[in-house]
């Protein structure tokens, strides 16, 4: 049975689609390859069969003139596995970590000798501007009075009034002159020896008794702090001596000094 290759209705023999002939005001005639309803496919299947229901498409066609839908070969192929490094990082991660653990062995009490050196030595400098600024402040006081003062003798300027032994001025503006030369003195407990107007010995820490750094001037290195010695420079005092234990040496050693003087 004829049939129109435009919109695919069945037509009767010498009867012209109403789509052709409003086109085109022809009759058109179908195709010599034309095959029967449920016939074989025309031209070797390469010519679509016409629509079997008054020129509607067959269900779920993808668009006309197409009965069937076209096949699709955009799988995908399943990827290789991948080679597994698993083993290499089982015998790595270890090596690494025993390497670490040897590296900070080595270097964290390297660095924390080198710190606890860097503090030592920061204290003994510290002690030393003490010194500086103590001697100071008296040669400053005594021109102030123009020799009105006694300044001779051995005697010990503490942080601590309370301390302070054989003095033989008012010590009230000797404190404000040594703090205009040290700024930082109020920040510290210390305690000086002097010898005839002449600061000799120094000794400072954050503290009196509790365990901290003490800078000692003179003798005093990154590694040592010495002790008050009336005829130089005193020996070691360990690295567990408080400023109260320096003081209390120093206070015993200098009443020692001036009963042998006496």
């Known amino acids: 049975m004829p049939y129109c290759i435009n919109c695919g209705k069945f037509l009767q023999e010498g009867e012209v689609c109403n789509c052709t002939a409003n086109a085109q005001g022809a009759p058109m005639q179908q ?19 016409p629509y079997p229901y008054n020129g509607q498409p067959y269900p779920n066609q993808p668009y006309p003139n197409q009965p069937y839908p076209v096949p699709t070969f955009n799988q995908q192929l399943a990827n290789p596995p ?7 990082l089982a015998i790595i991660i270890p090596l690494a970590s025993v390497f670490v653990l040897i590296l900070m062995a080595i270097l964290v009490p390297s660095m924390l000798g080198y710190t606890k050196r860097s503090k030592q030595s920061s204290f003994n400098s510290k002690a030393n501007i003490l010194c500086k600024a103590a001697n100071t402040a008296i040669v400053e006081l005594d021109e102030k009075t123009k020799g009105g003062i006694n300044v001779k003798g051995r005697y010990i300027i503490s942080s601590d009034k309370s301390k302070n032994s054989g003095v033989p001025f008012d010590t ?37 008794t509790k365990k901290s750094y003490v800078g000692t001037y003179p003798g005093g290195t990154a590694r040592n702090i010495t002790k008050y010695n009336p005829d130089g420079i005193g020996g070691s005092a360990g690295e567990k001596a408080s400023l109260y234990d320096l003081y209390k040496d120093a206070l015993y050693k200098l009443s020692t000094y001036v009963d042998k003087e006496r």
């Open 31 to 49: 195709p010599n390859n034309a095959a029967p309803q449920g016939g074989q496919p025309y031209n070797g299947g390469m010519q679509p069969p």
């Open 172 to 208: 009230g503006e000797f404190y404000a002159g040594l703090e205009r030369y040290f700024s930082d003195v109020k920040d510290y407990d210390y305690f000086i020896v002097f010898s005839d107007g002449c600061a000799e010995y120094t000794a400072l820490s954050e503290s009196w």
């Open 82 to 88: 991948k080679k597994s490094y698993a083993w290499i």
